[in-house]
């Protein structure tokens, strides 16, 4: 296989899995146009190619894949078919215990972890027959929506390594955006999927809270934590979260999205999915999807470029508006809440080994271990408070559509840029817009929706638990083909 | 009807309503030996006796208690018969809604409010056809189990007049201790309905978590306050429990407890209380009730008499202990709750006119308003972990026994007494076998169980929800007749 070397501009060659789907690489898997093996070979030697650019990667397990891959062949030699994610590459954050591979949680308080014990999300991922090729860099202790904090070094954004891939699962994102990977795990508390996932360009869903368990999955705070997935497209994400949840998929591997652009005579089906529940539009009295932009200015100011361009997409829809001070409150509640659990988990660290946190971070969880209870205890209030006006925000729609992220992937580091001549602070512009989702638990999908100034940028759809299938059948026809 | 003045050692004459039963009441009502008008007269004219010495109560009503009671009386002559409280005068903890009445909360930030509606326990109470004949003086927002800091002043202990009635339900027990009604409402965050009525000598009973409603209560910790009832013995609670939950109530006014001493014909029936599911042992599968002691120590070094004295009523039964270390923690995650959830609720009074709080209110409210978020987060997790501590306790035991308060009713404003030359902080012995309930919201009654030194000492027990009545007919069957 070729070699995809880092060009001069920080652009990186695209690797063996860039533009590919899940259900085209299972359809060649199956007609023995690809072998597992093969194909674990193809991501360890992309990982190898681009990670000294990209580190996404905490730990290779070059061996392991291949003996997992090898199975994957035997098995399907000897007719066990385990479904669509049967014998293909799949990465996993380093937040995520896989039993003896090291979980570093991104942290040297973690240097030399190695669990012996799956987690659960790492239990259905095998028991799908997948093949787990590494873990991936995360945030330090995915405490940060930037990914460039980690005993690891920061992962960097595969269309310009100059540049943050964003996080916490950074790794994950970057790794499927590379195309070293065409499926990666990740987790999201407060935008850790989606906000990654958009900056790189690729797809991320976080399902409704608690819909994959996360059991095994190192806390950042646990009312707000979700087990998500990062693929080229929301048909993949859609396609991996089944497995990940009932572990049954409807359509198995059958026709791929028309997304995938790769070519081989099974890829060209239908646009609506792996399932046809997610087939086409079909709102809840099975009528269309009613699909509403919500305009992203009551939740953060951000740049209009990136919202013009995800707003053309949607072509004409309802428009909804959050109630008057809704935005304030609910950035309020989700600090109070995260800062309050994430300092619960890391309150003897804090105070045993304080040096062992990078800087940035140790000063943010030194600031959250401050945080009086009584506004954790308020923000619990207002956190079912704000419910009620959300639960009326779906009333009339279906689904709620919006920028996933006011801005650009920035620069590595940075944590103030310079929009349209004002100053904008990058930790609050990265979470403004998928935070609040986290709050309620709501199911929320990203999806590429084109570029500004070359870089990608996201369209974020979200929904009431239930009503995933609409999500994907709203991106399917939306986004470009 | 004779006034009872104060005597010269302090203890006061019984009222009218001393040693009376709500059955044997509702009893000579429905006789003729008593009208409904005639009954409000008493407990008012004793209120106006004793209050002087008492301060039970912030506010007597004695025209809307007399509007009432008439109407409660042509009622009655009309063949409209309400039930076992129809007619009974009752008093109200000064934190419940009376819609027209004064609620002060016992604090001068609630100087002159009146509501306008009344609390859903008090809707009950008058649908049951009771006669609110005021408002009793409470520790200032509840938030004390002393009962001596209260806008209103505080209240005494009709036993000992120099010593505190306990709180913060202080003027509930000392109303019905002192027989000037038969009946009063309380509310029990952490033992503020069973602790005075312990010190008091009579019964009091705090329902399940959410049992009672507390929609129109004054919030001190919402996820630990209880609505409950004092009366003179458990089967009167029992019967006002049933009156406030489901409306219907066992064996209507039926025979009353042994109890009632004051000897009418009516009043002499069985001690197994006013409902057949009460009327004697039955543990959960039938069997006898399976009664364990639980020795306090393990939760609080108190006086020896007092538990002595309560674990003499028991005889012989089984023993259980707590886990190691469990009392220490769940003191913790008490505090913890209790305080986060407070200070929350006071926060903004707190910011603009502290000075209007008691002072010794106000420095609690200060360091409950300095604990830091993350130990409410890991409060809330104690707790869910210690319920399955608990849960085991329960597993082979149908009611677990120990004494309500490990010492007797301490002098007013006294912080520290001492016990066998020990020196004893007063608050965290009021609320050490108390509160362990509150957290895991179980139901638990304390019954009259003796004196020490002539002052009174209680029993509690506890159970888990839906075994209320094996509570019931344990006290029946240990208390004396």
């Not at 540049?163 to 994102?173: C, H, L």
């Not at 000063?363 to 009584?374: D, F, K, S």
């Not at 929009?419 to 990058?426: F, I, K, L, Y």
């Not at 199911?443 to 999500?471: N, Y």
Request: proline share 9%; net charge negative; glycine share 14%.
């Amino acid at each position: 296989m070729p070699l995809t070397p880092r060009s001069s501009s920080g652009h990186l060659s695209p690797g063996p899995f860039a533009g590919r789907t899940l259900a085209g690489l299972a359809r060649d898997l199956r007609d023995g146009r690809a072998t597992a093996t093969g194909l674990a070979e193809r991501a360890l030697d992309a990982a190898a190619a681009l990670d000294p650019a990209l580190n996404a990667f905490v730990t290779v397990d070059a061996a392991g894949a291949l003996a997992a891959a090898r199975r994957a062949d035997a098995e399907l030699a000897a007719g066990v078919d385990r479904g669509p994610l049967h014998g293909l590459p799949v990465a996993v954050k380093d937040l995520i215990d896989v039993a003896g591979l090291p979980a570093t949680m991104g942290s040297r308080h973690f240097a030399g972890h190695v669990p012996d014990a799956d987690a659960v999300c790492v239990t259905r991922l095998r028991a799908a027959g997948a093949v787990i090729v590494g873990k991936t860099t995360t945030h330090e202790f995915a405490y940060g929506p930037t990914g460039d904090r980690s005993a690891n070094g920061p992962s960097r954004n595969p269309r310009d390594t100059g540049r943050m891939s964003g996080g916490s699962s950074g790794g994950s994102a970057a790794a499927v955006a590379a195309g070293v990977v065409p499926l990666a795990i990740g987790t999201d508390t407060g935008g850790s999927v989606r906000i990654p996932a958009a900056l790189c360009g690729v797809a991320g869903f976080k399902p409704a809270y608690g819909a994959i368990p996360a059991d095994g999955v190192f806390p950042l705070s646990r009312s707000l934590d979700h087990v998500g997935v990062l693929a080229g497209g929301a048909a993949d994400c859609l396609l991996a979260y089944h497995c990940l949840t009932s572990g049954a998929v409807p359509g198995g591997p059958g026709p791929a999205p028309a997304r995938d652009t790769t070519g081989t005579a099974g890829e060209a089906g239908s646009p609506g999915g792996p399932g046809g529940e997610a087939g086409g539009p079909g709102g809840e009295a099975g009528g269309p999807v009613r699909v509403a932009w919500l305009d992203p200015g009551c939740l953060f100011d951000g740049d209009r470029r990136v919202v013009d361009t995800v707003r053309a997409l949607l072509g004409e829809v309802a428009e909804v508006r959050l109630p008057e001070g809704f935005g304030e409150e609910v950035r309020e509640t989700y600090l109070a809440v995260q800062s309050c659990e994430t300092a619960e988990v890391h309150a003897e660290r804090l105070a045993r080994a304080p040096e062992l946190f990078d800087p940035e971070v140790l000063e943010r969880l030194r600031a959250a271990a401050e945080l009086p209870g009584w506004r954790y205890v308020r923000a619990l209030r207002a956190r079912e408070r704000l419910a009620g006006a959300v639960a009326a925000l779906f009333g009339g729609h279906d689904v709620i559509a919006l920028p996933t992220v006011p801005i650009v992937a920035p620069p590595l580091d940075r944590r103030e840029i310079e929009v349209a001549g004002r100053p904008v602070a990058v930790r609050p512009a990265l979470l403004a817009l998928t935070s609040p989702w986290n709050v309620f638990g709501l199911p929320a999908l990203t999806v590429p929706a084109g570029t500004v100034a070359g870089l990608p940028v996201g369209l974020q759809l979200v929904c009431r638990p239930g009503a995933e299938p609409l999500l994907f059948s709203t991106a399917a026809r939306v986004t470009p083909a």
